[in-house]
């Protein structure tokens, strides 16, 4: 009896060394988009590329998919600039707005921009919230057209463009060009997404659009990418 206790006691910390062995041996195949971000974070891109630009105290930025507000609060603490923020799911934007509240030159909007006016439904996943993914809470989100909002506000142009917007980028960048208000933006920093229909396709148009009034200065596919205006 004392035996079979011994052996039982015995044979459970050996599974259980093994299924520690294992786990620390065994490393899962990495995904595609793993693998693409491997370079981008090799060279801290988040930390140099997209915050090396040539802006002073007067430039215009708009961030379009503000989510908590970092990325806004790098380029104001390098180049204390005019910063637009649009981020609409109205939770991260009230954060924002609360980051910023005594900086008279950031202004946060509760709504994003896009190739119209309209209200959809958006999946809230942190900084991974989407219209085109699904997530864990679905909420409503106001889009405006991003042209009436530049003529409104008689925006002449942008210096620094920065856009993060979970697959809403292409209908926001080929709205752009169509307008023909790209041609007012001096930089374009944009993260394309691969999830949504055609997004090769998309992305490869766009960029040979872009190609006649900017040229590329950095790309990591499917991770970041700049244009700066010729």
């Known amino acids: 009896m004392l035996l079979l206790k011994f052996l039982s006691k015995t044979f459970a910390k050996i599974a259980k060394l093994l299924t520690y062995m294992s786990k620390r041996l065994y490393k899962p195949p990495l995904s595609p988009r793993q693998k693409r971000v491997i370079p981008w974070f090799q060279i801290q891109g988040d930390k140099s590329l997209r915050l090396d630009y ?5 430039s215009i ?3 379009i998919g503000g989510y908590e507000g970092k990325w806004a609060a790098d380029i104001f603490s ?7 923020i649009f981020e609409p799911v109205i939770e991260f934007a009230s954060r924002i707005e609360n980051k910023f509240s005594r900086n008279k030159k950031v202004t946060v909007y509760k709504f994003g921009l896009s190739n119209e006016n309209k209200t959809s439904k958006i999946s809230v996943d942190k900084n991974s919230s989407s219209f085109y993914e699904s997530g864990n809470a679905i909420i409503n989100a106001r889009l405006v057209r991003a042209i009436d909002f530049i003529r ?3 925006i002449g142009k942008i210096d620094l463009m920065k856009i993060n917007i979970e697959g809403g980028e292409y209908d926001l960048l080929e709205h752009l060009i169509d307008s023909g208000f790209i041609k007012n933006i001096t930089n374009v ?3 394309f997404h691969d999830f949504i229909p055609n997004a090769k396709k998309r992305m490869e148009s766009i960029q040979k659009m872009l190609k006649k009034t900017h040229r590329l200065t950095y790309q990591y596919i499917f991770v970041w990418e700049n244009w700066v205006r010729k």
């Open 78 to 84: 390098k180049y204390c600039c005019f910063i637009h």
């Open 152 to 154: 409104k506000n008689r």
């Open 189 to 191: 920093q944009v993260q």
């Open 54 to 58: 040539d802006l002073n105290t007067n």
């Open 61 to 63: 930025v708009f961030d």
